[in-house]
């Protein structure tokens, strides 16, 4: 019970790359773009899932609590040039971080990564 339990929690999941089968070092759970072998890990698959309603739904979903940051800080935004700066850069961690998820869960299916 307990091992279909950890198959399925997806944050236990680890990412290999297709071509030298090396497990791949996520970052915060982030991907980085390339392997150490040099092979690209950004490109994902035709009909990946990576266009569909269903993707896009998950990543606002996921984004949302970042969303909802951004609204509550607006007039501190309007005012501190830094604190812009610094929001753009979490939520462009925050999609890599989210797209990450997305890889493990199987939502979307990468070109060179094996999820397993
Ligand atoms: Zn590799």
């Known amino acids: 019970m307990i091992e279909i339990f950890k198959k399925d929690w997806c944050f236990m999941r680890?990412?290999?790359?297709?071509?030298?089968g090396k497990?791949?070092?996520t970052k915060l759970w982030m991907v980085p773009n390339s392997c150490v072998c040099g092979v690209n890990?950004?490109?994902?698959q035709k009909d990946s899932g990576r266009t569909t309603f269903r993707y896009l739904l998950c990543i606002?979903?996921?984004?949302?609590?970042?969303f909802l940051l951004i609204y509550l800080?607006?007039?501190?935004?309007k005012n501190l040039i830094i604190l812009y700066?610094?929001?753009?850069?979490i939520s462009m961690i925050w999609l890599r971080q989210?797209?990450?998820?997305?890889?493990?869960?199987g939502i979307v299916k990468?070109?060179?990564?094996?999820v397993k």
Do not use: S
Request: hydrophobic share 60%; charged share 25%.
């Open 85 to 89: 700066a610094l929001i753009l850069l």
């Open 14 to 20: 680890e990412l290999y790359c297709k071509k030298c």
């Open 73 to 77: 800080l607006r007039i501190l935004l």
């Open 98 to 105: 989210a797209d990450g998820i997305l890889i493990r869960i």
């Open 110 to 114: 990468m070109k060179n990564i094996i």
């Open 41 to 44: 890990l950004d490109e994902w």
């Open 23 to 25: 497990k791949i070092n």
């Open 60 to 66: 606002f979903l996921l984004m949302l609590p970042l």
